[in-house]
T-cell receptor, first 116, second 108 residues
Framework: DTGVSQDPRHKITKRGQNVTFRCDPI?????LYWYRQTLGQGPEFLTY????????KSRLLSDRFSAERPKGSFSTLEIQRTEQGDSAMYLC??????????????FGPGTRLTVL | DAKTTQPTSMDCAEGRAANLPCNHS???????VYWYRQIHSQGPQYIIH???NNETNEMASLIITEDRKSSTLILPHATLRDTAVYYC?????????FGTGTRLTVIP
């Protein structure tokens, strides 16, 4: 257990419905990341926050996706009008927030989304 | 970020050392080498990282060549619980590019 928690762990929804996932990072971590992983592939970066500011978004983050981190603590990832192609594992990670590349990310267990 | 090349799969006998290679010939001076692993249906687990010196922790050792163009992750005494996909990542940015990794199977 890394200390990063995600809820729910599994979500099954019907196409067209909206879903929201929550991530609670390690308490002293300033940065929070979202990744998506489809079957047989490695995780792919979606977006990250430094405290409450969303600083980078991947082109994978379509208009139907929105992420927030309102108080710089937990984060939510919402998918509107879900499509079958959104079926994936959604992973959250957090890090202390050092500048540069020594800022180790620790991952949560993920939320597995299945869109029927 | 520099790209990495890893073998698709490897086997290792239980109790033996597992040596997982990674090529990163385009690595730049400020980029670190990170290793994560992912056991089926779990989130990636951080293992170790390094810049140019060899590193060791309770999980593994990381050997980086002098020219930094390749590295090897060593699990000194592999157990069945080490069966996982291992990702070698070179990064100088805020996001991690995972690739498809090496599937290590530890055989009893």
């Amino acid at each position: 257990d890394t200390g990063v928690s995600q809820d729910p762990r599994h979500k099954i929804t019907k196409r067209g419905q909206n879903v929201t996932f929550r991530c609670d990072p390690i308490s002293e971590h300033n940065r929070l990341y979202w990744y998506r992983q489809t079957l047989g592939q490695g995780p792919e970066f979606l977006t990250y926050f430094q405290n409450e500011a969303q600083l980078e978004k991947s082109r994978l983050l379509s208009d139907r996706f929105s992420a927030e981190r309102p108080k710089g603590s937990f984060s939510t990832l919402e998918i509107q009008r879900t499509e079958q192609g959104d079926s994936a594992m959604y992973l959250c990670a957090s890090s202390l927030g050092f500048s540069g590349s020594t800022d180790t990310q620790y991952f949560g267990p993920g939320t597995r989304l299945t869109v029927l | 970020d520099a790209k990495t090349t890893q073998p698709t799969s490897m086997d290792c006998a239980e109790g033996r050392a597992a040596n997982l290679p990674c090529n990163h010939s385009t690595i730049s001076g400020n980029e670190y080498v990170y290793w994560y692993r992912q056991i089926h249906s779990q989130g990636p687990q951080y293992i170790i990282h390094g810049l140019k010196n060899n590193e060791t922790n309770e999980m593994a050792s990381l050997i980086i060549t002098e020219d930094r163009k390749s590295s090897t992750l060593i699990l000194p005494h592999a157990t069945l619980r080490d069966t996982a996909v291992y990702y070698c990542i070179v990064t100088g940015a805020n996001n991690l590019f995972f690739g498809t990794g090496t599937r290590l199977t530890v055989i009893p």
